[in-house]
């Protein structure tokens, strides 16, 4: 379930562009690429895919003589190679279609994220938070000074303590 998620995170970037402009871009290029890859891995490496079962397929050959990269050795039949190819693409276009049915019951929440960032060019997590509950955003200098890295309030009942400084 949690590489599932990832993967639909990664299609989420083609599913806007289909969604909002019913158009496809090359931007979202690497993304599917990782995808794909993760996908791959899954079914692979990982025997996370039901139809393939708990297995690996491919030997991988390590030369790291002179910096060679890794190579994979085919230890599988063509057939093999199909039913692999087959549940990579069906574990993606399920992805996909996740993310697009996230992104159509959450469009209004897309509309208004695309709109903030495109005044502000980037968001802090509580204008995230404000946006998504539908509520106004302050630009980036008006926010709480009292919060912690994540933006939440900072702890205002701390007892003072002797100073981490040495005197």
């Given at each position: ?12 970037g083609r ?111 509580w204008q ?34 002797p100073s981490?400084?040495?005197?």
């Amino acid at each position: 379930e949690y590489f599932e998620g990832e993967i639909a995170i990664l299609m989420g970037g083609r599913c806007a562009e289909k969604l909002v402009l019913n158009t496809e871009t090359t931007g979202a290029a690497h993304d599917i690429e990782v995808a794909t890859d993760q996908a791959r891995k899954m079914v692979t490496e990982w025997g996370m895919s039901p139809v393939m079962g708990p297995l690996t397929f491919g030997k991988k050959e390590e030369q790291i003589f002179l910096g060679r990269e890794i190579a994979q050795h085919r230890d599988y039949s063509e057939d093999t190679a199909i039913r692999i190819d087959k549940e990579v693409k069906r574990i993606v276009e399920e992805c996909y279609e996740r993310a697009r049915k996230t992104l159509e019951e959450n469009r209004e929440a897309l509309v208004r994220l695309a709109e903030a960032l495109l005044e502000y060019e980037t968001l802090d997590s509580w204008q995230i938070e404000a946006i998504m509950k539908g509520e106004p955003i302050k630009p980036r200098e008006s926010a709480p000074r009292d919060t912690d890295s994540q933006g939440q309030p900072a702890a205002k009942d701390k007892a003072p303590g002797p100073s981490p400084l040495p005197q």
